[in-house]
């Protein structure tokens, strides 16, 4: 098992930047890609970034890059997110992948593991 530990989350007024972390632990061999989702209330979680676990590949929401950055240290997963927009208020959550692809996947079903999520609210 894989264990994820997202934190970071809180309240923020718009404009402002953040850095998520989360920790991974447990049996990490094997894991070949870590991402970032999020979901807002009464929509489907969707996906924000995601990291190669060697670090070499990365890949973004259309709609975010520019305002977010991905990056990796061991088994920390962090995302920076600048230029904060009450679009943005959403319960986050960090995954974990077993696929062994160049391009890190973008879709829900090819994480197999999953942190609690931390909530991030933007005031506007």
């Known amino acids: 098992q894989v264990q994820l530990v997202e934190s970071g989350g809180g309240l923020f007024q718009a404009g402002a930047s953040l850095k998520l972390s989360c920790a991974a632990s447990?049996?990490?061999?094997?894991?070949?890609?870590l991402g970032w989702f999020r979901q807002a209330p009464g929509k489907e979680r969707e996906f924000v970034a995601a990291i190669s676990w060697n670090g070499a590949n990365v890949v973004y929401a259309d709609s975010l890059q520019g305002r977010f950055t991905i990056s990796r240290d061991n088994t920390m997963l962090y995302l920076q997110m600048n230029s904060l927009k009450p679009e943005d208020t959403a319960v986050y959550y960090c995954?974990?992948?077993?696929?062994?692809?160049?391009?890190?996947?973008?879709?829900?079903?090819?994480?197999?593991?999953w942190g609690q999520g931390t909530q991030i609210t933007v005031s506007s």
């Open positions: 995954a974990a992948s077993r696929f062994d692809r160049i391009q890190p996947p973008v879709d829900v079903a090819s994480y197999s593991y």
């Open positions: 447990g049996r990490t061999f094997g894991i070949r890609a």
